[in-house]
């Protein structure tokens, strides 16, 4: 996957229709109450994040987005308004070969489409694509969890990427939300949603330690909802992944947000990065990242274990 091209002016025009279209109307599966196939997890292999001509320095950026509750507005703002400023900010800071695969979590005890994977891509349409796709469930427990392990699960046992692969270049990986995470997936669940033969629980723990041997991990708690300064959830996260625990005061700057981590992870000054913002947006991301630093790539070997 990945093969296409980002283009503005294609995302412009798809900006322009959907002003008169209403949430069901573009996230079909919203409407209908349905998983898609494409993202259903069950017997899921592996998602390929691939070099091409088109695209030689390929970089696998999985993004999960909470789909519970209030969290189900973010997909929309994404899709309405903000993809553009997500793959303009990378490509325009020298991110050139961007792969990103939008999924979806829930909560994996009380909703029904709990996890979508989506594909990794790099084109307009096929972004747009795979985010209208997603099944906005709008469920949740109610207990301040979420099953944000799931991406943990996904990225660290079910994609295969160019990146880390041939360059020894993690990709990045995020999850989106306001709660904390279930501290296990167990293997009944495992076996019913992923399709495993056989499986053992599985520990948040060692799930995350599996997803970071190939992508930087960053989960980025959007401070708006019932958990606002909540000092039970950050204090979760801040335990869990340092600073790479990002406090996002406005979900409207969440794709300047993203982007720009990407960005300064690579090496890119945030003060460069967020000149172009607007100050509300320059400000939100600068909090977010003000404990970020670079990491230094130059060193990097190839992901291959030669056994």
């Given at each position: 996957?990945?093969?296409t091209?980002?283009?503005?002016?294609?995302y412009?025009?798809?900006?322009k229709?959907y002003?008169?279209?209403?949430?069901?109307?573009?996230?079909k599966?919203?409407?209908?109450r349905?998983l898609?196939?494409?993202?259903?997890?069950f017997?899921?292999?592996f998602r390929?994040s691939?070099?091409?001509?088109a695209?030689?320095?390929?970089?696998?950026?999985?993004?999960?987005l909470d789909?519970?509750?209030s969290?189900?507005?973010?997909?929309e703002?994404?899709?309405?308004?903000?993809?553009?400023?997500?793959?303009?900010?990378?490509?325009d800071h020298n991110?050139?070969?961007?792969?990103i695969m939008?999924?979806?979590i829930?909560?994996h005890?009380?909703?029904?489409?709990?996890?979508q994977?989506g594909?990794?891509?790099s084109?307009?349409?096929?972004?747009?694509?795979?985010?209208a796709?997603?099944?906005?469930?709008?469920?949740g427990?109610?207990q301040?969890?979420?099953?944000?392990l799931?991406a943990?699960?996904?990225?660290?046992?079910?994609t295969s990427?160019?990146?880390f692969?041939?360059?020894?270049?993690?990709?990045?990986l995020f999850?989106i939300?306001d709660?904390k995470s279930?501290h296990?997936?167990?293997?009944n669940w495992?076996?019913?949603?992923?399709g495993?033969?056989?499986?053992?629980?599985?520990?948040?723990?060692?799930?995350?330690e599996e997803?970071q041997r190939?992508?930087?991990?960053?989960?980025?708690h959007?401070?708006?909802?019932?958990y606002?300064d909540?000092?039970?959830?950050?204090?979760?996260w801040k335990d869990?992944?340092?600073?790479?625990?990002?406090?996002l005061?406005?979900?409207e700057?969440l794709a300047?947000?993203?982007?720009s981590?990407?960005a300064?992870?690579r090496?890119?000054?945030?003060g460069i990065l967020t000149?172009?913002?607007?100050?509300?947006t320059a400000s939100?991301?600068?909090?977010?990242?003000?404990k970020i630093?670079?990491?230094?790539i130059?060193k990097?070997k190839?992901?291959?274990?030669?056994?």
């Amino acid at each position: 996957m990945g093969y296409t091209d980002w283009s503005s002016d294609a995302y412009t025009h798809l900006k322009k229709t959907y002003s008169k279209k209403s949430r069901g109307d573009i996230f079909k599966n919203t409407r209908s109450r349905k998983l898609a196939d494409e993202l259903n997890p069950f017997g899921l292999k592996f998602r390929e994040s691939r070099d091409s001509v088109a695209h030689p320095n390929s970089l696998a950026i999985g993004v999960f987005l909470d789909v519970t509750g209030s969290m189900g507005r973010i997909p929309e703002q994404l899709i309405r308004h903000k993809l553009g400023a997500l793959m303009d900010t990378m490509i325009d800071h020298n991110i050139d070969d961007p792969q990103i695969m939008f999924s979806a979590i829930g909560d994996h005890i009380s909703d029904r489409c709990p996890l979508q994977v989506g594909q990794f891509e790099s084109g307009t349409d096929e972004l747009n694509d795979g985010l209208a796709k997603i099944f906005i469930e709008g469920g949740g427990g109610g207990q301040c969890m979420e099953s944000y392990l799931m991406a943990w699960l996904v990225a660290g046992r079910h994609t295969s990427i160019d990146c880390f692969e041939k360059r020894g270049h993690k990709g990045f990986l995020f999850t989106i939300g306001d709660e904390k995470s279930w501290h296990e997936l167990d293997a009944n669940w495992l076996k019913k949603t992923m399709g495993y033969s056989q499986a053992e629980t599985l520990s948040a723990k060692e799930l995350l330690e599996e997803a970071q041997r190939m992508y930087h991990v960053f989960h980025i708690h959007v401070n708006e909802t019932g958990y606002k300064d909540n000092p039970e959830v950050i204090g979760y996260w801040k335990d869990l992944l340092g600073e790479r625990a990002l406090i996002l005061d406005s979900h409207e700057s969440l794709a300047e947000l993203i982007a720009s981590t990407v960005a300064v992870i690579r090496g890119v000054d945030l003060g460069i990065l967020t000149a172009g913002f607007d100050p509300k947006t320059a400000s939100s991301v600068k909090n977010a990242l003000m404990k970020i630093q670079p990491v230094d790539i130059s060193k990097a070997k190839s992901g291959i274990i030669t056994l």
